[in-house]
C-alpha cells in the first residue's frame, strides 16, 4: 500500500524540522513537499539535510501551488501572517489541512469552521497526545473542584516564542470556563500593583518566556486544606509533531468537517 504524501508548510522552523524528522521514520505517510516563506535564505536545501537528518530529494521551496498538486494532506506550522492565504490553497486543491499555527484571530477561526464545510481540517492549540490528556484531565477536574478550589494556570517557554500566553493556555482557559460555569469576565491575566481579596470565581493566567524551553503548562486547584496541580512539560518538540502526523493520517481519505485532536486519539 502506498504512503500518505504529506505537504509540510513552515518546513524550515522548529517545528517544521520535527515533523520532516518524524515523517522520515513513518510507515505510513511520508514527506512529499517542504514549503518556506518567500525569500528564505534557505530555500532550494534538501529538507532532510536541514532538518538534521538524511537527504530527502525534496527540496525546500515557497512553491505553495506545487505542494499542494503533489501532496494527499497538507500539516501546517507557519505563521499566522500567510495563514488566510494557505487555507485558500487548501481550498482551491481540495486538500486536507492539519493547522498548527498559533495566534490566529477569532477571524482567522470563522475562516477555518467556514473552510471545514468544504475540506476535512483538524485544528487544535496542540498537538500533543500529553497535552490532549492534560486538556481532558483538566476539564475532569474543574466539573469537581470548581465551587471550592482557586484556579490558576502558568504558562512556560522559550524566549523566541512571540504570542502570549500560549496556545495551550488560552485553550484550557476555555476548558475551564466551560467546566466551571465561569465567563472571560472571571479571567485576568497576571498581576501588577494592589488588589482586592481575591474573588472565588477568578482565573489568573500566568506566563513566563525563558531560556529554551520547549513548552511547559500548569493548572492548579488551590483549597485551605489541598492543592492539586496538573502538569504537561514537552522535552522534544517531536512529540507535537508525532501528533500533527497522527493527525494527517487521521485526516486522510476524509470528505470534509472540522476536528480536533480529541477525535484523532478517540478521547
Request: hydrophobic share 40%.
Amino acid at each position: 500500500m502506498s504512503k500518505i504524501k504529506v505537504g509540510v508548510i513552515g518546513a524550515g522552523g522548529r517545528m517544521g524540522k520535527a515533523i520532516i524528522q518524524v515523517l522520515s521514520l513513518s510507515k505510513k505517510s511520508e514527506l512529499s513537499a517542504a514549503v518556506v516563506r518567500e525569500g528564505a535564505i534557505y530555500a532550494g536545501f534538501d529538507s532532510g539535510n536541514h532538518a538534521g537528518i538524511k537527504e530527502t530529494g525534496i527540496l525546500l521551496s515557497s512553491d505553495l501551488q506545487k505542494a499542494c498538486e503533489g501532496s494527499d494532506v497538507l500539516i501546517d506550522f507557519s505563521t499566522h501572517t500567510g495563514f488566510e492565504s494557505i487555507l485558500n490553497a487548501a481550498l482551491q486543491n481540495h486538500k486536507p489541512l492539519v493547522i498548527g499555527t498559533t495566534g490566529l484571530t477569532d477571524s482567522d477561526k470563522t475562516l477555518i469552521q467556514s473552510a471545514a464545510k468544504t475540506i476535512p481540517i483538524v485544528f487544535s492549540p496542540n498537538m500533543s497526545v500529553g497535552v490532549n490528556l492534560l486538556f481532558k484531565l483538566t476539564e475532569i477536574a474543574a466539573k469537581v473542584l470548581h465551587e471550592d478550589f482557586d484556579i490558576e494556570v502558568l504558562d512556560i517557554h522559550h524566549r523566541h516564542k512571540k504570542d502570549a500566553p500560549s496556545g495551550t493556555a488560552m485553550y484550557l482557559k476555555e476548558v475551564l470556563l466551560g467546566a466551571s460555569k465561569r465567563s472571560e469576565e472571571n479571567v485576568i491575566y497576571g498581576r501588577h500593583g494592589m488588589y482586592p481579596e481575591r474573588d472565588q470565581k477568578e482565573i489568573a493566567m500566568h506566563t513566563m518566556r525563558a531560556g529554551e524551553v520547549v513548552g511547559e503548562h500548569t493548572v492548579y486547584f488551590f483549597s485551605p486544606e489541598e492543592r492539586i496541580e496538573i502538569t504537561h512539560r514537552a522535552q522534544d518538540r517531536k512529540t507535537f509533531a508525532s501528533g500533527a502526523v497522527k493527525a494527517a493520517e487521521f485526516l486522510h481519505g476524509k470528505s470534509k468537517g472540522l476536528y480536533n485532536m480529541f477525535d484523532v486519539l478517540g478521547i
